[in-house]
């Protein structure tokens, strides 16, 4: 089934690439999902690209509810029953590429979706020289909150001055750097290092050149020993952590409403503070990235063409004005971002102050996020310099090792996920109550197709997994976890054709 839905889609993919002067007049019915904070106002949006577009053509809009790594995780599962148009985080942009569930752009829009966006949101949306999805914001990045009744402004530039003051104060500092790659990133940015994948126009992973491990790498996991071996380090991104103990938390534009409730006069908002090495200081980096809008390919070319304008529309920046004053969402496109009201929102006036010490997120392999957020914990277990340094060769070790996987492990399923038994090693358990999922259990496959796990496991009711192909998130089922539903002790089977996943009474 995979092999046919892949032939119908580069068919479909070869329609929906041809330039149309104008889309055929006439109502098309679609459906469009993202977040549900936004489910309103784009049924507002879409109204009104009714009823001022030129062409004739209206949308009968089914509008549902769907985050932005929900919806990638959905159309790669299923690309022929996924929305037409769907919002999506950057970091699912590689493997919805590669599951042809996005219609390339032709020529004349990507010209205009260049001209009038920010350099880094299109880099985003672009896989090799061809662009497959429009930007909506460019706000994808973190800086600090802070409670400013526990936190001298004197002390928000120095990362040892913060720890002091959280530690003295028993307040907890809250970053994710043993449960997180996207934040541990920081760290390494800081001291100049790189991580940076290169995509061909597939969207397949063809080299990376990444120097982590490195002498300016160690450098950065001295930095990151200072803070996750500290008592009040937290690992979480969550501002709902003031309300339960945290003078500091490194979170984005998204947690705005809820320090600002939580904190109230008391909230401090600024860039990432420094951290000091060897008598250099070095400022924290972050990731900057944003959020993309995707249509799905067509077979009819006047419902595709249709559907270009509509997205053209929706991230446009009257659209994109109106989602910062509904949601305080940070436009890409340029003119938005000159508005006086964007310019002067607390939220992103520490941004665009931390995007300065920012790398904009390019296409990343799935493996990565699972390889680099245990370096976190290594650092964490590590006794003194020596084990910092085998904490960055392990991790060097596994992002090599991804270009040398064999077709037998790239093509295979695994299945990753919490797990209930004492000696069961699907998720490591931290003392601050995160659990993060850590390894995979492997799976055969039979001679019917279907795979199934080497041996039974004892599974109470609630455990959740995924099942995963090539130890990557590129292809993981279902979107959201699989639940066991009574306590059991099972084989857990996979339809590669189907998708779907079946938990077996062992005998």
Sequence with gaps: MKKFLAILMAAIMALSMVSIASADPGTYDITVWCPEEAVELTKTQIEDFNKTNNGGITFNATVEPV??????????????????????AQDQFARLVQAGALTKLDAATAETVKAENDVSAVAAATSGDAMFAYPLTADNGYFMYYDKSVIPEEDVDSLEKLIADCEAAQKYFAMELQTSAWYIASFFFATGCKSNWVTDDTGAFIEVADDFDSAAGLIAAKGIEKLVK?????????????ASGAAVVVTGIWDYATAAEILGDNMGITDLPSFEVDGVEYHLG???GCKLLGVKPQVDSGKATALTLLATYLTGEKCQLERF?????GPSNLKAQQNEAVQANPGL??????????????????SWWDIAKVIGDDIKAAEDEAGLQAALDA???KIASLFTLSDEVKNGYTIIGMYNDAD???????SDGKETWTADLAMIKGADGTWTTVEPYALDAGVEFKVRQGLSWDVAFPADNFKVEEAGTYFITFDEATGTITLVAAE
């Design 349 to 366: 006036v520490a941004l665009a102050k931390q995007n300065q010490y920012a790398t904009v997120q390019g296409q990343i392999h799935g």
């Design 230 to 242: 500290s008592p009040f380090h937290l690992s979480s991104s969550k501002a709902s952590e003031f």
């Design 424 to 430: 069961g090693f699907f998720f490591t358990d931290y």
């Design 325 to 329: 004053e509904a949601r305080a969402w």
């Design 286 to 288: 972050s990731f900057s």
């Design 395 to 397: 991790y060097y070790d």
């Design 67 to 88: 985050s932005e790594s929900t919806s990638a995780t959905n159309m790669i599962n299923d690309v022929e029953a996924g929305a037409d148009i769907f919002f999506f």
